[in-house]
């Protein structure tokens, strides 16, 4: 895994992954009012120091790798799978191939 990210990109990274899963109304989720309290509780004061703050910003950063490997996962699955069944052609354009064609004609035509 990567190196660690600082908390305050970690969260940002996490309030993106929950705006661009729930739409407009991302705000009055459960979850991004959860992820907000937890890092103003985890957060390292003058006053106070935070124990388990290296292990609160590990598991944040798997999160955010979880949301936004997620979000990734469904994006090629639309990409390849999600409209039914597609022409040879069609599919070969998709992965970035061409069908050979005859020399004289518009394809394997008989």
């Not at 895994?1 to 992954?17: D, F, Q, T």
């Not at 009055?28 to 309290?37: D, I, P, R």
């Not at 003058?46 to 798997?62: D, F, Y």
């Not at 979880?66 to 639309?78: G, V, W």
Request: charged share 25%.
């Amino acid at each position: 895994m990567a190196a660690l990210l600082s908390p305050l990109r970690v969260c940002r990274g996490i309030l993106r992954e929950i705006r661009a899963s729930k739409g407009p109304e991302y705000k009055n989720s459960l979850a991004y009012n959860y992820v907000l309290e937890q890092f103003r509780k985890n957060q390292v004061t003058g006053e106070r120091h935070c124990r388990a703050r290296e292990e609160a910003l590990h598991a944040s950063n798997s999160y955010l790798c979880l949301l936004s490997s997620t979000r990734q996962h469904i994006a090629l699955y639309d990409l390849y799978h999600g409209k039914g069944q597609r022409g040879t052609e069609e599919m070969a354009g998709v992965v970035g191939l061409r069908l050979p064609t005859q020399p004289g004609g518009k394809g394997w035509e008989k």
